[in-house]
C-alpha cells in the first residue's frame, strides 16, 4: 500500500462556520497541526491553508481548503499536482452522516454520499480512489433537516465523542503514513467497536 502524503480535511472557511458539524474534517487536521508545532498558512496557488508536517520521521501535506465546501476539489487537485501526490495517496476526513458521533471509519473509494466535498473531490481527481476518514456526526433523522443541522454546533456529549474519535483516529497516523493502511483500518475499527457512540436527540 501507499503511504498517505497528503491530508485534507474539509470544512467551510470562516468563525461563523469553525464549531460547526460540517468542518469536523478542520479540527482533526488543526490537531494534527498542533501536534506537528506548526502553522498552516494560506498559499493562492492551492485555495486553501497548507504546511507541511512531519511525524515520526514521515513528511506529511496538510490542507484546509478555503473554497467553501462544495469546491474543494479545486484546492485539492491544485496540491496533489503541484507535488505529484496520487489520488490513493491522499486522505481526506470529512463529517459523515451515515455514522453516529464517536464513531470513526476509514476506507478508500466509494461514493460521495451525497457530501458536496467528497462529490467535488471526485469529480476534479476523476477518480472516487482516494482514501475517506469518516467522522460520526449523527442524523437529524429527516434528510430534510441535513442542511440545517451540519451547519450546527454538536451538543456538548456529541462534541465530547467526536473528539475521542478524532484522538483514536491519531493513534493510527504513524501506520498511515507507513503505507499500512490495512493496519490502521483494523485497528481503527476495533477501537471503534469497543466504544459506545453517542446517538443525537432530534434537534429542537
Known amino acids: 500500500m501507499s503511504p498517505i502524503k497528503l491530508i485534507v480535511g474539509l470544512g467551510n472557511p470562516g468563525a461563523d462556520y469553525?464549531?460547526?458539524?460540517?468542518?469536523?474534517?478542520?479540527?482533526w487536521v488543526d490537531q494534527l497541526a498542533r501536534d506537528a508545532g506548526i502553522s498552516l498558512r494560506h498559499d493562492a496557488k492551492f485555495h486553501g491553508l497548507a504546511g507541511r508536517a512531519r511525524f515520526?520521521?514521515?513528511?506529511?501535506?496538510?490542507?484546509?481548503?478555503?473554497?467553501?465546501?462544495?469546491?474543494?476539489?479545486?484546492?485539492?487537485?491544485a496540491l496533489a499536482q503541484f507535488y505529484k501526490i496520487l489520488p490513493?495517496?491522499?486522505?481526506?476526513?470529512?463529517?459523515e452522516l451515515?455514522?453516529?458521533?464517536?464513531?470513526?471509519k476509514l476506507k478508500q473509494g466509494?461514493?460521495?454520499?451525497?457530501?458536496?466535498g467528497l462529490r467535488d473531490i471526485q469529480t476534479?481527481?476523476?477518480?472516487?480512489?482516494?482514501?475517506?476518514?469518516?467522522?460520526?456526526?449523527?442524523?437529524p433523522g429527516n434528510r430534510n433537516e441535513v442542511v440545517n443541522f451540519v451547519l450546527k454546533p454538536p451538543r456538548k456529549e456529541e462534541?465530547?465523542?467526536i473528539d475521542d474519535a478524532l484522538t483514536r483516529?491519531?493513534?493510527?497516523?504513524?501506520?498511515l503514513l507507513a503505507g499500512e493502511t490495512g493496519a490502521a483500518m483494523q485497528k481503527l475499527h476495533t477501537d471503534d467497536s469497543k466504544t459506545r457512540p453517542h446517538k443525537p436527540l432530534p434537534e429542537g
Open 159 to 161: 462534541q465530547d465523542a
Open 110 to 116: 466509494g461514493g460521495h454520499g451525497g457530501h458536496n
Open 124 to 139: 476534479h481527481l476523476s477518480t472516487p480512489a482516494f482514501w475517506r476518514l469518516r467522522v460520526g456526526v449523527g442524523h
Open 56 to 77: 515520526d520521521g514521515r513528511e506529511v501535506w496538510l490542507l484546509e481548503p478555503q473554497t467553501y465546501m462544495n469546491k474543494s476539489g479545486l484546492s485539492v487537485v
Open 169 to 175: 483516529a491519531h493513534h493510527v497516523l504513524p501506520m
Open 88 to 95: 490513493n495517496e491522499i486522505l481526506v476526513v470529512h463529517d
Open 18 to 27: 469553525a464549531a460547526t458539524r460540517h468542518n469536523a474534517g478542520f479540527w
Open 98 to 104: 451515515d455514522l453516529p458521533a464517536g464513531q470513526v
